[in-house]
């Protein structure tokens, strides 16, 4: 349990507000077909799905974007769309939302990255992907750079929120460590795959056990396994922090020449986990920029990602629902 009084509480919760935020990554549009079935179509045997409702949501660093607005903060999503409609509703829900939107590029050779989700009978039928993964083109990535640039003063911290969609390349991934580290500025990293390795001398490097696994080919299985697993990525990538998120089993915590520690998860009831890494490192990235500690944030984040996974759909975390929740904990 985190180690602390309801008066620090209060104030690390006061800190969040206005802390700013450069999220720098896939961002995607989640769209939602609700429907009935009531028949199968004559043209082949699938079921026809009569669509009663509409929605769309962010998806990917969008939904991180979005979770830092709702802890307090100030996001900047940095990323890329299509000149399609599908941008444009990400945009509209962005202006809803109130998040800026000075850092989104439109690059007319891709599509926006969007899941569509059909929906009938209460059972999800069928997903559709509109993506293009190639890396986007020099001309942007530099684009990127020089927004975050005339940003890299102002700002509190940069996550990068990868989903090996194309605009975390590796030059881009270089240039912008550098660059914060040259700012003295915090950098928080959500991996994947392909640049699993890229991201080197950044704050917080935080993969989930099958992220770790696949880039290590190694199965974390035993306690020894993940201490061991922690120490290698250490070592490869010269972060501060190594954090291995292991859903029910909590989070693992290394640093360099410190005993490796282990923040369980409160045990709660599991209605649905999408989002919540997006949540985990949001919540993690505003708690370091607040002024807590590791250990702190880190619980503080995975606090977070368990209360969200009580929830269906992917629904971003809420600054006095989380405090609220922790101060129910400590009494």
């Given at each position: 349990?985190?180690?602390?009084?309801?008066?620090?509480?209060?104030?690390?919760?006061?800190?969040?507000?206005?802390?700013?935020?450069?999220?720098?990554?896939?961002?995607?549009?989640?769209?939602?077909?609700?429907?009935?079935?009531?028949?199968?179509?004559?043209?082949?045997?699938?079921?026809?799905?009569?669509?009663?409702?509409?929605?769309?949501?962010?998806?990917?660093?969008?939904?991180?974007?979005?979770?830092?607005?709702?802890?307090?903060?100030?996001?900047?999503?940095v990323g890329v769309i299509g000149d399609d409609n599908d941008g444009?509703?990400?945009?509209?829900?962005?202006?809803?939302?109130?998040?800026?939107?000075?850092?989104?590029?439109?690059?007319?050779?891709?599509?926006?990255?969007?899941?569509?989700?059909?929906?009938?009978?209460?059972?999800?039928?069928?997903?559709?992907?509109?993506?293009?993964?190639?890396?986007?083109?020099?001309?942007?990535?530099?684009?990127?750079?020089?927004?975050?640039?005339?940003?890299?003063?102002?700002?509190?911290?940069?996550?990068?929120?990868?989903?090996?969609?194309?605009?975390?390349?590796?030059?881009?991934?270089?240039?912008?460590?550098?660059?914060?580290?040259?700012?003295?500025?915090?950098?928080?990293?959500?991996?994947?795959?392909?640049?699993?390795?890229?991201?080197?001398?950044?704050?917080?490097?935080?993969?989930?056990?099958?992220?770790?696994?696949?880039?290590?080919?190694?199965?974390?299985?035993?306690?020894?396994?993940?201490?061991?697993?922690?120490?290698?990525?250490?070592?490869?990538?010269?972060?501060?922090?190594?954090?291995?998120?292991?859903?029910?089993?909590?989070?693992?915590?290394?640093?360099?020449?410190?005993?490796?520690?282990?923040?369980?998860?409160?045990?709660?009831?599991?209605?649905?986990?999408?989002?919540?890494?997006?949540?985990?490192?949001?919540?993690?990235?505003?708690?370091?920029?607040?002024?807590?500690?590791?250990?702190?944030?880190?619980?503080?984040?995975?606090?977070?990602?368990?209360?969200?996974?009580?929830?269906?759909?992917?629904?971003?975390?809420?600054?006095?629902?989380?405090?609220?929740?922790?101060?129910?904990?400590?009494?």
């Open positions: 349990m985190i180690d602390t009084t309801i008066a620090k509480l209060n104030k690390l919760k006061k800190s969040f507000l206005g802390k700013k935020i450069a999220i720098i990554g896939d961002l995607m549009l989640d769209s939602y077909f609700w429907g009935k079935v009531s028949r199968i179509s004559p043209e082949a045997p699938v079921p026809i799905v009569a669509i009663d409702d509409e929605f769309y949501r962010f998806g990917g660093a969008a939904n991180v974007a979005l979770n830092i607005k709702t802890l307090g903060g100030f996001p900047i999503p444009k509703l990400l945009r509209n829900l962005f202006k809803e939302s109130t998040i800026t939107d000075i850092g989104i590029l439109v690059d007319k050779t891709r599509p926006t990255t969007t899941k569509s989700r059909v929906i009938a009978n209460n059972q999800h039928v069928v997903r559709i992907d509109k993506e293009k993964v190639n890396s986007i083109p020099p001309i942007i990535e530099k684009k990127i750079i020089n927004l975050l640039k005339k940003e890299i003063k102002n700002i509190d911290a940069i996550i990068l929120e990868d989903y090996n969609k194309g605009v975390l390349t590796s030059t881009l991934i270089d240039e912008v460590i550098n660059l914060a580290n040259n700012n003295n500025k915090i950098v928080t990293v959500d991996p994947k795959f392909n640049n699993f390795f890229s991201y080197k001398n950044v704050t917080v490097f935080k993969p989930n056990r099958k992220e770790t696994e696949d880039a290590l080919g190694i199965r974390l299985g035993a306690k020894e396994d993940i201490s061991n697993a922690g120490k290698i990525l250490l070592d490869k990538l010269n972060a501060k922090f190594i954090l291995i998120t292991l859903g029910e089993d909590g989070i693992a915590l290394f640093e360099k020449n410190k005993t490796e520690k282990r923040i369980p998860t409160k045990a709660r009831k599991v209605a649905d986990v999408s989002g919540a890494g997006d949540t985990v490192i949001s919540t993690l990235t505003m708690a370091l920029c607040a002024g807590a500690d590791i250990y702190d944030a880190t619980y503080l984040a995975n606090f977070a990602g368990g209360l969200v996974c009580q929830e269906v759909g992917i629904v971003p975390i809420n600054l006095d629902y989380l405090f609220d929740s922790v101060k129910e904990e400590l009494l």
